[in-house]
């Protein structure tokens, strides 16, 4: 395209990038189990969520912050890709692959905003700020909505067990203090129907 | 789930009914045209594009909300569906399917949250405040990348031919009238491509 306007053209170059984050597929299914979901609509779940949820901070916070880092927070992998949560591996390298992924997607953008962006996504990455650690949580309370609604997903799939996915869970403790019993419902209720393996104490 | 906990079970019944945007298909494709797009990564893709495109507003306004908007608009169709845009038949009664979609959809939150984001879906839908405008001249500019990233998309698979499409993206002239140059050269290009008909005159 050529508009004679280079601001415009590449704010439009980074729109149209965005678009590769819907063929990033994730570990886990959508709610009726019919395919894996995408980072691009697991991104409008989680940020949708800050306007139902967002009640729940533990203390006084942006909440548009929290939403835009939430639609923001997953672009990366459109360089990157997904990295899934319990893969050891691919988690060794992940901030480093995804650090030089952002210098590339964010640089698409006019300077003022690949700055702007770039520190949103390190804030949410860092996850020191009241804000970051509750979008970090909605992102992984959403997780564990679509997998106690798809009889376990990822878990029963990949035969995780109970004391991995407290673990994983258990940024939300601090980050929405209020969810943690429903969290603890969930994976409770999860156990007793067989879909997530309370494991064996190591001999 | 029983959480002992009227008003988080209404939150997460919702939450968890959303989830259905994402087996809702529209017409257009995603750029690389493997498939339809969701209207969960359509809303996706609109809101962020209000962090990028909201320095182009014609008067001060408020981005939280068109932001918002976005992440809302698409919902009701979880249950009255998709209608395309040049559907003549299936536009006759939208509005009201879709009003009582709305009263189902957003019924299942607490009565506060019920009336906040029902006055925003009525507020996109009418179509009045600046906020509005913004937001409906994103939601069509995001159908028109979709477009021509796929050689014409809805525009080369249905025939419609360039006077309705310029019909269909006219609010964008007044919503964003910054962006109006852009519209039009996509237009007389998709025209000067072969992906969009200029159409005969009428006998």
């Known amino acids: 395209m050529s508009l004679d306007n280079c601001r415009l053209e590449q704010q439009i170059a980074f729109i149209e990038c965005l678009d590769q984050l819907k063929q990033v597929l994730r570990q886990n299914l959508v709610m009726d189990e019919s395919r894996r979901e995408n980072s691009a609509e697991h991104s409008w779940h989680a940020a949708i969520m800050v306007m139902i949820l967002g009640e729940y901070a533990p203390q006084a916070m942006d909440q548009v912050r929290v939403q835009q880092m939430l639609l923001l927070h997953d672009v990366v992998e459109i360089v990157a890709g997904d990295t899934f949560c319990f893969d050891v591996e691919g988690n060794k390298d992940k901030d480093e692959r995804e650090r030089r992924a952002a210098d590339q997607v964010f640089g698409l953008l006019p300077p003022d905003q690949d ?30 909505l679509q997998n106690v609604n798809t009889r376990g997903g990822t878990w029963r799939i990949h035969n995780i067990d109970k004391a991995r996915v407290l673990q994983r869970m258990l940024p939300i403790k601090q980050g929405i203090p209020a969810l943690w019993p429903v969290v603890e419902h969930y994976i409770e209720q999860a156990c007793a129907q067989g879909v997530l393996r309370v494991g064996e104490p190591e001999a």
Chains 1, 2 share one sequence.
């Open 115 to 144: 700055r702007e962006l770039r520190a949103l996504w390190d804030e949410f990455e860092a996850g020191l700020s009241v804000e970051a650690r509750f979008a970090n949580s909605l992102d992984r309370f959403q997780v564990l």
